[in-house]
């Protein structure tokens, strides 16, 4: 148990920096979730915080004393890896009770480890195998029984679910969600995932370019994205982002319809300025009978992609093609003019030049 | 040891009748007359070794009277024995030298990142293209001066370390994924700890490669063994046997025998590490 802390640290190969200075608070116990696009530096933070590499400036401290300068295996963390890294000659007892083996604990005790963390895991059965014989799933949960094994004071997790298939990896996203539950340690996950973050986070924290773009909790974030970047990152379908003129008071979309300005962050607007107008799909919805509540906008269907729970519209309104939702039962042909409702409560802006949230 | 892949190819060509093309003909024919190339000196080899000397520039490879005296004689009239052994000592000695300094030296330039790592690597590099007759009289030279001179540790010390292996080390060491060192570091191993129990099973393919190519090299070694020791105790098996070829006349039959039996434990040494090749290459197959 332990809260981890970052202040201002940064990582740079030779003179190329990738991490530019991250200060994170990480309370003891909480699931924090780092996300972002491919190489904005989560592995490389995560790979500071356990010890595999140097920090280039600033200071960590786990459980409050400062690390920078001791091994991983004197910082009370355990870590998985994306391809899991089992060590593949040996077996799954084996491959648990290394770090345990290695820090010359008893055999007894090692073994009465084991078998609890292969308990808690159901690998009980596969102990004696060697990783070529399980399966990729089995494989995931014997990377985190190692880490479990060592009972550390931080979790760190980098992107522990991304060779599995679809399926395995929402059954497995539970399974981490209930060990975290039950045992309550300080994780700290890495993933590209955004669905992975929005369903695992205590908080998350959104990289971009080795810099935080925001941090906070999962809903938070979902409804108060502080720029275009995170909006466009959380949430999918993504959300419609389109640079609008303000005219007459509302939100020319072109063609003749318009938005009225919203309340939240639309005051300051004036007349002839230029705002970035973002949309969630869930915000747009075919009017037909009860979630009729909102503004209409007249458009014309485009595409249609029907999911079953519902389906995804893509409309022609005004100049701009938005992305919109209709009732599973509800699909419209292409070409077909549609009603829709927006909810001009959820709307968001964004400052055209800075991108940055207008609140 | 090339005559081993023949029965491999053959099978796997046997199986498919249906396939059979004027082209697959002249594929067989071509293999199976490489491989009775291959089979016939050691055919020769043996047969000879079984013949009286009356016998053995006769062309039949059947002999007319079979014996065993040669095999005998070598025995009991020669320090056959004895060379056997210093060849099996200075191979096996010489080979787990090599498996592991270069695998040590082979991890250090690959999986650390120093000043001049690149300068190191080009430097071992460049030893290969040196041929061992240009080194002999350096070895020599420097043999003489250390007294090392009619010594096992004279004959063995030009191959205790090689370029072309820690070369070979490297290549292989960059297909271990950083992701297990460091999970091993988080273990708790120190570097040595890490290299040793992790990243040296991983690439147990390249070592059993290495670990064979090593031992035959070394028990077929001549020309350094010859120059570097005059003693007969001393001598490694291919010295020896190079020894019955007298001044006047080589005994065919007793050279035969003896290089039959020095066959033998190549043999065995492929037979073992030929098993670790196959299953580490099982190993790198899998993902994680
Ligand atoms: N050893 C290194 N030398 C130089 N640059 C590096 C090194 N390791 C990583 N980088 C760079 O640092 C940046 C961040 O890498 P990192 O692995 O942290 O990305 P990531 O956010 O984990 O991406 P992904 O989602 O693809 O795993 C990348 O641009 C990468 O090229
Ligand atoms: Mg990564």
Redesign the pocket.
């Known amino acids: 148990m332990a809260n981890v802390s970052l202040r201002s640290v940064v990582?740079r190969?030779?003179k190329?920096a990738?991490?530019h200075g991250i200060d994170l608070e990480i309370a003891d116990g909480e699931f924090l979730v780092m996300v972002?696009?491919?190489?904005?530096?989560?592995?490389?933070?995560?790979?500071m915080i356990a010890g595999l590499e140097d920090v280039s400036g600033g200071e960590i401290r786990i459980a409050d004393r400062v690390v920078n300068d001791l091994e991983p295996k004197d910082r009370n963390i355990a870590m998985v890896f994306?391809n899991y890294a089992l060590y593949p000659h040996m077996t799954v007892f084996d491959n648990i009770g290394f770090g345990l083996h290695a820090a010359r604990l008893p055999k007894a005790e090692v073994a009465a480890r084991v078998t609890k963390a292969a308990g808690m895991l159901g690998l009980a059965d596969y102990l004696q195998r060697r990783p070529a014989q399980l399966s990729g799933g089995q494989r995931q949960r014997v990377a985190m029984g190692r880490a479990i094994v060592r009972d550390p004071a931080v979790f760190l997790f980098?992107?522990p679910l991304s060779n599995l298939d679809a399926q395995l990896r929402n059954q497995m996203r539970t399974e981490i969600k209930r060990l975290h539950q039950s045992i309550g340690t300080t994780i700290v996950y890495?993933t590209?995932d955004q669905v992975e973050a929005m369903t695992l986070a205590d908080r998350i924290v959104i990289?971009r370019d080795?810099r935080v773009e925001q941090v906070g909790a999962p809903l938070d974030i979902f409804h108060r994205p502080a720029n275009t970047f995170v909006a466009g990152f959380i949430g999918s379908p993504q959300m419609n982002m389109i640079e609008v003129p303000v005219r007459a008071g509302a939100l020319d979309l072109g063609e003749g319809v318009s938005i009225p300005v919203p309340p939240r962050g639309g005051a300051g607007l004036s007349e002839g300025s230029r705002v970035i107008l973002g949309i969630r799909p869930d915000d747009l919805v075919a009017a037909d009978g009860a979630r009729a509540a909102g503004v209409p906008l007249e458009g014309r269907v485009a595409v249609v992609e029907p999911l079953g729970t519902e389906t995804q519209i893509f409309v022609r309104v005004g100049s701009h093609e938005l992305i919109g939702k209709a009732d599973g039962h509800h699909v419209p042909r292409p070409g077909e003019p549609i009603r829709l409702v927006c909810n001009v409560d959820r709307l968001h802006l964004f400052d055209a030049e800075r991108k940055h949230a207008l609140a | 040891m090339t005559a081993g892949a023949l029965p491999s190819t053959a099978a796997r060509g046997a199986v498919r009748f249906k396939d059979v093309r004027p082209g697959r003909i002249v594929a067989w024919t071509l293999l199976a007359m490489g491989g009775i190339a291959m089979v016939m000196p050691l055919v020769v080899m043996i047969s000879t070794s079984l013949k009286y000397p009356h016998e053995v520039y006769d062309l039949n490879l059947i002999p007319v009277e079979p014996t065993l005296e040669n095999y005998l004689h070598i025995f009991q009239n020669t320090k056959f024995l004895r060379w056997f052994v210093n060849s099996l000592i200075i191979s096996i000695l010489t080979t787990a030298s090599v498996v592991f300094f270069d695998g040590l030296v082979g991890y250090v330039l690959c999986k650390f990142s120093f000043r001049g790592r690149q300068v190191v690597f080009v430097a071992i590099l460049s030893t290969l293209m040196i041929p061992t007759e240009m080194l002999v009289i350096p070895w020599y030279l420097m043999a003489r001066d250390f007294g090392w001179l009619n010594s096992v540790w004279g004959i063995m010390f030009p191959g205790i370390m090689t370029g072309f292996g820690t070369f070979l080390m490297r290549q292989f060491f960059e297909g271990v994924p950083d992701d297990y060192i460091h999970a091993a570091r988080i273990d708790g191993l120190n570097e040595f700890q890490i290299w040793w129990r992790i990243a040296m099973p991983l690439v147990t393919p390249a070592l059993s490669a290495l670990a064979i190519f090593t031992f035959l090299g070394n028990w077929t070694a001549f020309l350094w063994p010859l120059i570097a020791t005059s003693n007969r105790d001393l001598y490694t098996l291919p010295v020896g046997l190079a020894s019955f070829s007298g001044e006047f006349a080589t005994e065919w039959e007793m050279v035969m025998a003896g290089a039959s039996l020095a066959t033998l434990p190549t043999l065995v040494f492929f037979l073992i590490f030929q098993r670790y090749i196959i299953r580490g290459v099982m190993l790198t197959g899998v993902k994680g």
């Open positions: 990582k190969y030779g190329q990738v991490v972002g696009p491919s190489g904005c530096g989560k592995s490389t933070t995560l790979r994306q980098d992107e890495v590209h990289m080795g």
